[in-house]
């Protein structure tokens, strides 16, 4: 079936450093993509979002990246704070389709070190 | 913080009760989405609400129902609870209008089932 995957599970960068979260999604017909943060008993807080028909957003210290080509999303997080740890989800969307779901992925915990 | 609000914070059950959970949307959000999301894995759709009616659903059995009310809030009931029910429940609204559904989450209901 269709999921969104993340290629590491596992994250640890350096407090100050850029942080890259990668992603891939196997449905084609998805169109719409979110990150999401989850800290540690709380539930996902959004980040950013991009639609298919762009290939970079930026936010504040982040930039999300999409490659449909290869079916690859990645989350940038510039000067890594120690705020930053959590959990980051990737999910996808496809509103060609009448339901509004997000499919998730498994989550990359990210972890700064001071 | 999102203006989504989700009540209990946590619940016991024994296997084989039924429980009542209940979120109340983001003020301007006519669409209610329920996600479990097990210990370490991303949230999973249950199924999403618009104008009071089901508006998809993801792969969970008859048990799992729920309801929208004219102010937007909801409810999700589980019947004959099993062990494996045990998750955290999230709740987001969004607005499903313009072919994009940010979702904002609430903070979750623990449900522990013995």
């Known amino acids: 079936g269709e999921s969104v995957g993340l290629h590491l599970p596992t994250l640890s960068v350096q407090e100050g450093d850029n942080s890259i979260i990668n992603c891939a999604y196997s449905?084609?017909?998805?169109?719409?993509f979110i990150w999401y943060k989850q800290e540690s008993g709380k539930g996902p807080q959004f980040i950013i979002d991009i639609r298919s028909n762009m290939d970079k957003r930026q936010g504040q210290r982040v930039t999300v990246l999409l490659n449909k080509t290869v079916k690859h999303l990645s989350l940038q997080i510039a000067a890594t704070q120690p705020g930053d740890s959590a959990v980051y989800f990737c999910a996808e969307n496809n509103y060609g389709g009448s339901q509004g779901n997000l499919i998730f992925g498994k989550g990359t915990k990210l972890s700064v070190k001071p | 913080e999102t203006g989504v609000t989700q009540s209990p914070t946590h619940l016991i059950k024994t296997r084989g009760q039924q429980v009542t959970l209940r979120c109340s949307s983001q003020s301007g959000h006519n669409t209610v989405s329920w996600y479990q999301q097990a210990l370490g894995q991303g949230p999973q759709f249950i199924f999403q609400?618009?104008?009071?009616?089901?508006?998809g659903r993801g792969n969970f059995p008859p048990r799992f129902s729920g309801l929208q009310f004219p102010n937007y809030s909801s409810e999700l009931n589980v019947n004959a609870l099993e062990l494996d029910d045990s998750a955290l429940y999230l709740c987001?609204?969004?607005?499903?209008?313009?072919?994009?559904?940010?979702?904002?989450f609430g903070p979750g209901t623990r449900l522990t089932v013995l």
């Open positions: 449905n084609s017909a998805s169109d719409y």
């Open positions: 987001a609204s969004g607005r499903l209008a313009t072919g994009t559904d940010t979702q904002y």
């Open positions: 609400y618009y104008r009071e009616e089901e508006n």
